[in-house]
């Protein structure tokens, strides 16, 4: 079963602190600014093949929430000939 990259970041009472934490974990990373939070959420979600990011404010209310597609990356198909692939390109 594959976890859901989903994420939510929000600031602990306790000591100000900002959080990036995966919806179903019990922890989270934590950051000095909820810019970074942000910015380390998204760069997790895109990581994982897209998923839903949740901002809340130092009230706990929702701020806003956005979604990200996954990144498709091309994949190269292998040739049989190697050698005739390269010698067919156009020499730079």
Same mark, same amino acid.
């Given at each position: 079963?594959?976890?859901?990259?989903?994420?939510?970041?929000?600031?602990?009472?306790? /000591?100000?602190?900002?959080?990036?934490?995966?919806?179903?974990? /019990?922890?989270?990373?934590? *950051? /000095?600014?909820?810019? /970074? #939070?942000?910015?380390? #959420?998204?760069?997790?979600?895109?990581?994982?093949?897209?998923?839903?990011?949740?901002?809340?404010?130092?009230?706990?209310?929702?701020?806003?929430?956005?979604?990200? #597609?996954?990144?498709?990356?091309?994949?190269?198909?292998?040739?049989?000939?190697?050698?005739?692939? *390269?010698?067919?390109?156009?020499?730079?």
């Amino acid at each position: 079963m594959t976890k859901k990259p989903d994420r939510t970041v929000y600031q602990r009472p306790a /000591d100000k602190k900002w959080v990036d934490r995966r919806n179903d974990a /019990d922890r989270g990373f934590v *950051h /000095d600014t909820q810019k /970074d #939070a942000i910015q380390s #959420a998204k760069e997790k979600i895109t990581n994982q093949g897209g998923g839903e990011l949740t901002v809340k404010g130092r009230d706990g209310k929702i701020l806003a929430r956005t979604r990200s #597609a996954a990144v498709t990356i091309p994949i190269l198909r292998k040739t049989k000939n190697i050698d005739a692939f *390269h010698a067919a390109r156009p020499q730079a």
